[in-house]
Nanobody
Framework: QVQLVESGGSLVQAGGSLRLSCTGS????????MAWFRQVPGKEREFVAG?????YYADAVKGRFTVSTDNANDTMYLQMNSLKPEDTAVYYC????????????????WGQGTQVTVPS
């Protein structure tokens, strides 16, 4: 059973940085397609970044966010720089067998989410 636990969410001022972590339950990050999604109330969950052999990014975060993995610690990271108020959301870690997809419905494993708030 795959379990994912996110951490690192916080309140940060615009222009600041934050790093989110997603820890798996054992050989998760090295064997599955991993992704970060985010969601604000009333909107669908949207793809932010993903990783399977290489990194994938949504246009809204390219050049500001970096996704990486640490297989030894079974952890995926999302380094977020130059944060904007529109980055405010609950960020979720997700995993699936196969390739990275941008659609949330393709992922079978989810973490509980971590709140990121960037005041305007």
């Amino acid at each position: 059973q795959v379990q994912l636990v996110e951490s690192g969410g916080s309140l940060v001022q615009a222009g600041g940085s934050l790093r989110l972590s997603c820890t798996g339950s054992g050989r998760t990050v090295s064997s599955l397609a991993m992704a970060w999604f985010r969601q604000v109330p009333g909107k669908e969950r949207e793809f932010v970044a993903g990783f399977k052999y290489k990194a994938y990014y949504a246009d809204a975060v390219k050049g500001r966010f970096t996704v990486s993995t640490d297989n030894a610690n079974d952890t995926m990271y999302l380094q977020m720089n130059s944060l904007k108020p529109e980055d405010t959301a609950v960020y979720y870690c997700a995993a699936k067998i196969g390739s990275v997809y941008y659609a949330a419905g393709m992922y079978g494993y989810w973490g509980q989410g971590t709140q990121v708030t960037v005041p305007s």
